[in-house]
């Protein structure tokens, strides 16, 4: 079965990754350390805002008009938990604005 999300390697790339097999591991890795209430970098919070960011609207290299059948979360719900967040991290991500995370 086909996945929704397709991101290419310069995607990855331009999100702190190496190419699109290291988003995937990278992601795995950070969605566990958030599990597991482990402590991020600010680069790994810019990586996993960006990640989201992307994946929750991107049609071309995200779930995009798929999100709310593949998570099942609505769209609705998702920007506004999407704008906490965001709001939250400002002051965390703020170094990478307009910058690629770790760089």
């Not at 999300?5 to 990855?12: G, V």
């Not at 960011?53 to 506004?80: K, M, Q, R, Y």
């Amino acid at each position: 079965m086909e996945r929704p999300a397709r991101c290419s390697d310069q995607l990855a790339v331009g999100m702190g990754f190496t190419d699109a097999q290291d988003l995937v591991r990278g992601t795995l890795k950070l969605r566990d350390a958030l599990g597991e209430d482990a402590p991020l970098t600010p680069a790994d919070w810019a990586r996993t805002l960006l990640a989201t960011e992307i994946v929750f609207v991107s049609d071309l290299a995200g779930s995009g008009v798929e999100w709310p059948t593949t998570t099942g979360i609505g769209d609705e719900e998702t920007i506004v938990m999407l704008r906490l967040i965001q709001r939250k991290l400002a002051g965390t991500v703020r170094p990478y604005y307009g910058k690629r995370p770790g760089q």
